[in-house]
């Protein structure tokens, strides 16, 4: 009877073993799809963002309209995601915030400019830099997390 006992408290602890890795893969996939569903919707927001500028056929310049890219980060809704994605994703966007607030932003605008001497590649490395500098660390850690969850952003599209 012990030997009957013990075998049905194993077959049972196997089964309920079983059911929680499945519910594990099911959660991880869930998580996987939602941090994906995230970072599509952040593409399209920059795009949705940008004022490109075309040339006879070639794109000239592009900018990213940093207000409009807010609200739009703004609509996004990480409330599928795993805690730790959705605090990154947090302070992406505060990041965001403080970088779009039109004071903060003429300021160091401002300040990081060196003297022009009429190089436009200045000028590009200078956007480059201005795009880069606050926000750069803030999403090097959402793509940290995503990677956790088995998400790459750098090969995500905006089907």
């Keep these: 009877m012990k030997k009957l006992l ?8 196997s089964i309920l073993q079983s059911s929680a890795q499945d519910d594990n893969t099911i959660n991880a996939k ?3 799809q939602s941090i994906s569903n995230v970072l599509v919707e952040r593409l399209a927001a920059r ?4 004022h490109i500028v075309i040339d006879d056929g ?9 207000v409009r ?8 809704d990480t409330a599928g995601c795993p805690q730790e994605f959705r605090l990154a994703w947090q302070d992406y966007l505060q990041t965001w915030e403080r970088k779009s607030n039109p004071g903060g932003t003429a300021k160091n605008v401002l300040e990081g400019l060196p003297e022009f001497h009429g190089d436009v ?4 490395d200078i956007a480059k830099r201005m795009e880069a500098d ?16 088995g998400v790459d952003a750098s090969k995500l599209e905006i089907r």
């Design 6 to 13: 013990t075998l049905v408290a194993l077959l049972s602890l």
């Design 30 to 32: 869930d998580n996987g």
């Design 47 to 50: 795009l949705n963002s940008a």
């Design 58 to 66: 070639r794109i000239v310049s592009a900018q990213l309209h940093n």
């Design 69 to 76: 890219y807010v609200e739009l980060l703004k609509q996004i």
């Design 121 to 124: 590649n200045a000028l590009t």
């Design 134 to 149: 606050d926000t750069l660390i803030s999403w090097q850690k959402c793509e940290r997390v995503a990677l956790e969850f």
